[in-house]
């Protein structure tokens, strides 16, 4: 067991420390390659631009959720609580990064119990997808959400960064038929979310069909998790696979007419612009998890300074066409450049 826990805090450390000093984004954001609709005369006051968005119940400042990250025992609690406080103060929601630890070290808690420092924005908890084939189910889950007070989780699906990384878990047998039995027993609003590599449309279709809400497609783009577990590695399988995957802002499109469901952009959001540009292609959100690490392991501050930013960078984008609010924004039509 204490083998067991040691390995995942030991995982955690190493990818943190892949992700703020190695080259870790082998491809260009997928929404460069796309341009806003420009208008010369917007013909709206740029003060009167409305930023802000809903999402599970909460008003958020404008539509961004602080994507899962997770410390291990060292750093984890200065990490995910500045977050919080950081997600309290600019209005945007956090997701909490993988929790399973705490089923075997309740103890671990600790790290991710911020909830008090976020109470008026969503919190989000987490775990694989993966691991209701390695024992656990719609009771751990309601215990990973209520441990935390969260007001929902993260599911996350990761197979190819599971099948690089040298411990992974790649066991991913029917987990669709499995999900389906568990989501009415979960009490929480279930986000399945990918790390990186992008939900596909007919995986988006079923996840649907069963009654998944919402799915955070995080495709190419930003960071290759393949690519960080292949610094973990001494042979090139890592670096084979590093710009495999779904583009972030293709995953979008070909999941955007899937009724009833509701889509989130992770994965190479980088800025405001991008996230102008997810929202015109489909997403109610987005979300970023590589530009908000180096800030959360300085400070507070840090964390506020680079979600004021991204929050001016997306209302200057909303200007840019003439959009005064959300509603306008998701119709406006994106050109290749
Ligand atoms: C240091 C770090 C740790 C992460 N840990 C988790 C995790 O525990 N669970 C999870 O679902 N995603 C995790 N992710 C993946 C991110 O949530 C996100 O999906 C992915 O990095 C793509 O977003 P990005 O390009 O903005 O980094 C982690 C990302 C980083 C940078």
Not at 5 to 21: A, G
Not at 98 to 110: A, F, G, H, T, W
Not at 189 to 205: L, Q
Not at 272 to 292: D, E, F, Q, R, W
Request: hydrophobic fraction near 40%.
């Amino acid at each position: 067991m204490a083998e067991f826990d040691d390995n995942i805090n030991e995982r955690k450390l190493d990818h943190i420390n892949i992700v703020l000093k190695k080259n870790v984004e082998p491809l260009p954001s997928s929404f460069d390659k796309y341009r806003l609709p420009f208008k010369a005369l917007p013909e709206i006051d740029m003060q009167d631009i409305d930023t802000t968005a809903s999402f599970l119940g909460a008003k958020l400042s404008f539509p961004f959720i602080i994507s899962s990250m997770t410390g291990g025992p060292e750093k984890g609690y200065s990490i995910n609580s500045r977050l919080a406080e950081a997600a309290e103060e600019v209005g945007v929601a956090l997701g909490l990064g993988s929790m399973r630890v705490i089923l075997r070290k309740p103890e671990s808690v600790k790290s991710f119990d911020v909830k008090k420092y976020c109470p008026s924005v969503p919190l989000l908890a987490n775990m694989g997808l993966v691991q209701i084939n390695y024992g656990y189910g719609a009771d751990e889950i309601n215990r990973i959400i209520d441990s935390v007070n969260a007001d929902g989780i993260f599911l996350h699906v990761n197979p190819l960064q599971e099948a690089v990384q040298p411990e992974g878990d790649t066991n991913f047998k029917e987990l669709i038929p499995k999900l389906e039995k568990i989501i009415p027993k979960v009490h929480k609003p279930i986000v399945i979310k990918e790390v990186g590599t992008g939900i596909d449309h007919e995986t988006a279709r079923r996840l649907a069909e069963i009654g998944v809400k919402w799915i955070d497609v995080s495709g190419t783009g930003g960071t290759s998790w393949s690519w960080v577990e292949g610094y973990r590695r001494t042979d090139d399988l890592g670096d084979l696979f590093k710009a495999e995957g779904i583009p972030t802002a293709e995953a979008l499109m070909i999941n955007r007419s899937i009724k009833g469901l509701n889509l989130i952009a992770g994965g190479g959001i980088r800025n405001g612009i991008h996230i102008a540009k997810a929202v015109a292609l489909g997403a109610k959100l987005a979300t970023a998890a590589k530009p908000l690490l180096a800030p959360a392991l300085e400070s507070t501050e840090a964390c506020v300074s680079v979600l004021e930013k991204l929050q001016n960078e997306f209302r200057i984008a909303m200007f840019s066409v003439g959009s005064s609010k959300i509603s306008e924004l998701q119709k406006v039509k994106l050109s290749e450049k």
